[in-house]
């Protein structure tokens, strides 16, 4: 391979040199946005917190210079699309982050953002407070790249008095064509507004990048899990179940007959598990259950794994364990698996070479966890996830964040953006521009 076809050869020693500084000289101005964000109540049902967190994300990508569309959904959170224009004939980006957590209201005022001994925890401090941070200050600092210092020491930051980076018109021209950032109102209850969205812009781009932390380890995602999410309702007979159980037919016996099936399928095929998550059914304690209803989750690592497993559930809903009951099956969410496509692993020596050059060493690893990375992945566009900084624990009162890990995961999203959008490589895949 020549040296300009080679990994990380658009980027120069000085420009990545000049990201890092960047970023770190704005650390101060990302941490008081981190506590801003953590401290809004926004799981995916509390649209109020969530439209406030879309509304600070839209003001800073305006700020930024983005043309921003804000998507309206009367129950959920509005969607958020910040398009970037650049270098004409450029590589089309598309960069995804989420805005919602899954924690309920009053979660925030619980446990409120706070750092202790270099490590910051809040609820969505990981999951994804820090990855959408991440995205837009990575942004910043290609905008503010060559940007001449003493000018920029006069400027107030896109995020609000912070920085160097000016508002207004880029100071370096985008690399790509086009670079769309949205912002996911609903992702952690399967994008069911915003995917449509998503779909459409990405088969308008070249390449997908997912702000998703990366593992404990400090590894990139190039592989996830599919998942489908069924409710299976156990329909029976109510009676009194004293005077005349018989005429009864316990919708919950045959719940548990049916959860027995279920949770056999775990292994049966590989990398295939199945989690019946939540169960509640019946009316009182002398009532035989008219009705159970059981909350499945279905996670494979290939399609046709997904596949098989799900008809196995469907099956084993289909057969009568406890005589004139039935089951119903409702799919309420699916992502299909994120496999590795041939061209994402241009997108990973990409990373791997700019964070050699920034000092630590990167790996690409699969992980069961699903993600917008699944939907781009799945309509074929190149895509590559856990680009936000290192945390752990998500979803959980111990969820962390590593402060440590801000400054050079989020210069190497900057690197990386800025070597794909000169890739010549990058720029062959879509030869017939629209």
Request: with cysteine; aromatic share 4%.
């Amino acid at each position: 391979m020549d040296a300009l076809h080679s990994p990380g050869a658009g980027v120069s020693p000085d420009e990545l040199e000049e990201i890092e500084e960047i970023v770190q000289d704005e650390l101060p101005a990302y941490l008081e946005d981190l506590a801003t964000l953590v401290n809004v109540d926004c799981g995916s049902y509390t649209k109020v917190g969530v439209d406030q967190v879309g509304a600070w994300t839209a003001a800073f990508l305006e700020r930024l210079g983005a043309q921003v569309e804000v998507h309206a959904h009367a129950t959920l959170g509005n969607t958020i699309v910040g398009t970037f224009r650049g270098r004409v004939g450029g590589p089309r980006a598309l960069l995804i982050g989420h805005l919602d957590t899954v924690f309920p209201e009053g979660t925030a005022g619980a446990r409120p953002f706070r750092i202790e001994a270099g490590v910051a925890r809040g609820p969505g401090v990981t999951d994804m407070k820090s990855g959408l941070l991440a995205g837009l200050y990575a942004i910043l600092a290609l905008i503010s790249l060559g940007e001449d210092e003493e000018a920029a020491d006069g400027e107030a930051g896109a995020s609000g008095g912070h920085g160097r980076s000016a508002v207004g018109e880029p100071v370096t021209e985008m690399p790509f064509e086009r670079l769309v950032f949205v912002a996911n109102p609903d992702e952690e209850i399967g994008s069911i507004s915003s995917s449509p969205i998503i779909r459409e812009l990405a088969l308008a781009s070249d390449v997908a990048l997912v702000l998703e932390c990366a593992r404990a380890n400090g590894d990139i995602v190039s592989a996830r899990k599919g998942t489908v999410d069924l409710r299976l309702t156990v329909h029976g007979r109510a009676a009194h179940a004293g005077v005349e159980p018989e005429k009864g037919r316990n919708a919950i016996l045959a719940a548990a007959h049916l959860i027995v099936e279920l949770q056999a399928l775990n292994g049966r095929w590989p990398g295939v598990t199945l989690n019946i998550g939540v169960i509640h059914g019946g009316s009182r304690p002398n009532v035989v259950a008219e009705e159970a209803v059981l909350e499945v989750d279905l996670r494979a690592m290939g399609r046709e794994q997904l596949e098989a497993a799900e008809a196995a559930v469907r099956a084993a809903a289909a057969r009568t364990t406890v005589p004139d009951t039935h089951v119903t099956v409702e799919e309420t969410a699916r992502h299909w698996p994120m496999e590795k496509l041939e061209r994402s692993g241009r997108l990973v020596e990409h990373a791997q070479a700019i964070a050699g050059r920034l000092g630590f060493e990167l790996a690409d690893a699969s992980t069961g966890g699903a993600s917008d990375a699944n939907t781009t992945a799945g309509l074929g566009v190149p895509s590559l996830d856990g680009l936000g900084p290192i945390g752990g624990n998500d979803h959980s009162p111990t969820e962390y964040l590593d402060v440590e890990s801000i400054v050079p995961r989020t210069a190497l999203l900057a690197g990386l953006l800025l070597a794909i959008g000169r890739d010549p490589v990058v720029g062959s895949w879509r030869p017939h521009r629209a």
